[in-house]
């Protein structure tokens, strides 16, 4: 039906990256009740243990350790972004192009800079960096002083999936402007937070997602936070 059609072009938020730069890093939402908003995208785990990783409707957790784990459903987040994945635009690069010029292409086939895509990247990759961020203890630092230590990890040609968002300008301190991108290993037991890649042969794929919901968490933390500037220089 078209009803079930539109509703599968929702980007579906949990919290914000503002309340998460900040040092909100304990959520109330379950992976049980996000997997019912979408079967694909990423985020990060309660007390910031790791990067997640959703694909096809599983869920991943990148420790410190570089290492995927299976996710059960009564862990919790405290920010996280999906949708259900329909592709409405499919290409393959069968050039070696780095990470920019990956983002330069797909942009260039967008049809608007104005609404929020979700991003597939699939196929093998000659060079991959990601992070992982270790788990914290309260009183939580902000999340730039956490991404000061990152462990980092360097793949070389592997085949997996590159996956996230492309967001509006306007989408700024709600979540990251640009593009946001995880990865995770063919084997499901390596990945993170993309911080460069080089392609090798990939098929890219976007699905437009023009309709943004977001759940707040009830949680009196936020209100207390200092959300000067300072906080996002």
Not at 17 to 25: D, I, K, P, T
Not at 72 to 92: G, L, N, R
Not at 109 to 116: C, D, F, K
Not at 129 to 157: G, I, M, N, W
Request: hydrophobic share 35%; aromatic share 12%.
């Amino acid at each position: 039906s078209n009803q079930a059609e539109q509703n599968n072009d929702v980007l579906f938020q949990y919290s914000t990256l503002g309340s998460l730069m900040a040092g909100v890093f304990d959520g109330e939402m379950t992976f049980a009740a996000l997997k019912e908003q979408g079967d694909f995208g990423l985020g990060t785990f309660n007390t910031l243990d790791g990067e997640m990783i959703e694909i096809d409707h599983k869920f991943y957790q990148v420790k410190s350790d570089g290492i995927a784990y299976p996710v059960s459903d009564d862990m919790k987040t405290p920010f996280s972004v999906v949708t259900f994945f329909e592709a409405d635009q499919t290409v393959t690069v069968e050039e070696s192009l780095d990470c920019d010029q990956l983002k330069a292409y797909i942009d260039s086939l967008l049809p608007t800079e104005n609404i929020p895509y979700a991003v597939k990247v699939t196929g093998t990759f000659s060079y991959m960096k990601t992070r992982s961020v270790p788990s914290q203890v309260e009183p939580y630092p902000r999340l730039l002083d956490v991404l000061a230590d990152q462990p980092t990890f360097e793949f070389q040609s592997l085949d997996g999936v590159m996956l996230g968002f492309r967001l509006p300008e306007y989408m700024d301190l709600a979540n990251s402007p640009g593009y946001h991108f995880h990865f995770i290993n063919d084997a499901r037991d390596a990945g993170g937070h993309v911080l460069g890649c080089q392609v090798q042969k990939v098929t890219g794929e976007v699905d437009y997602t023009d309709t943004w919901y977001t759940v707040l968490p009830d949680d009196q933390a936020f209100y207390n936070v200092d959300m000067s500037d300072e906080q996002y220089q």
